[in-house]
Nanobody, 118 residues
């Protein structure tokens, strides 16, 4: 499975962005999907996860209530709607596809930069 993430950019504190991750080369609806992020000088961390149907989601405490993950299996795309952005959300955001929700992700996109200015 190949993943292409896009939609990042520069936004002011309190603003919004929507990231998209388009998949190809695999059976999208057989993969759990997730967004991870890595800030400068920090380890990669989990942000949001979604199950096969899109009904069940999980969020890291740091983004809960502000970010929403969703998927469109017909469009083979997963999204991350980010609202009320904070400078600490600045990071490279990666989408991932895997076989065990929250635990095992086998495929990764190239990342898209999100920068939140104060």
């Amino acid at each position: 499975v190949q993943l292409q993430a896009y939609g990042g950019g520069l936004v002011q504190t309190g603003g919004s962005l929507r990231l998209s991750c388009a998949a190809s080369g695999g059976t999208f609806n057989r993969f759990y999907m997730a967004w991870f992020r890595q800030a400068p000088g920090k380890e990669r961390e989990s942000a949001a996860h979604i199950n096969l149907s899109g009904v069940s989601t999980y969020y890291a405490d740091s983004v809960k209530g502000r970010f929403t993950i969703s998927r469109d299996n017909a469009k083979i795309t997963v999204y991350l709607q980010m609202n009320s952005l904070k400078p600490e959300d600045t990071a490279i955001y990666y989408c991932a596809a895997g076989t065990v929700m929250g635990l095992k992700y086998n495929y990764w996109g190239q990342g898209t930069q999100v920068t939140v200015s104060s």
